[in-house]
């Protein structure tokens, strides 16, 4: 049996690809999501994702959450202020996993501070699209 996997994806990542790709890299977040599902299937996981540049929809679909087998989000700029989206991730009982493309502590001084990481079991971040298939390989196992 395949385990879910719900992958979160925050505000401006929608613009992967055509936004600062000397920072985020050329492949779009569709492209992104591609692989992360060819990889899942390679090893036994179920896939969804969704992308929401409205933290209230992001909301929604965390407390929603709890059918699945672990979550991956990457928060975006909501990392670094959102308590509503650290306390939806706090009420899930499924492993959680805080994943950047960038690594967030060799950039601006605000960057450095995330309000969701402590609630989540680890963080994964500097990578790029590695961070995500990184943090699948964790919750593979």
Do not use: W
């Not at 990542?13 to 050329?26: H, T």
């Amino acid at each position: 049996m395949s385990k879910r996997i719900l992958i979160v994806n925050g505000p401006n990542l929608n613009l992967l690809g055509q936004r600062e790709p000397d920072i985020y890299g050329s492949e779009s977040l569709d492209q992104i999501m591609d692989d992360c599902k060819t990889f899942g299937s390679a090893v036994g996981l179920e896939i969804d994702d969704i992308q929401s540049n409205d933290e209230a929809v992001l909301i929604d679909t965390i407390q929603n959450a709890g059918r699945y087998d672990g979550l991956i989000i990457n928060p975006a700029a909501f990392t670094h202020y959102s308590i509503a989206i650290r306390d939806a991730l706090a009420s899930l009982t499924i492993p959680k996993i805080e994943v950047h493309l960038s690594n967030v502590h060799k950039r601006e001084e605000f960057r450095h501070k995330s309000v969701t990481a402590a609630v989540c079991d680890g963080q994964i971040c500097g990578f790029g699209k590695r961070s995500y298939i990184l943090a699948l390989q964790h919750l593979s196992r």
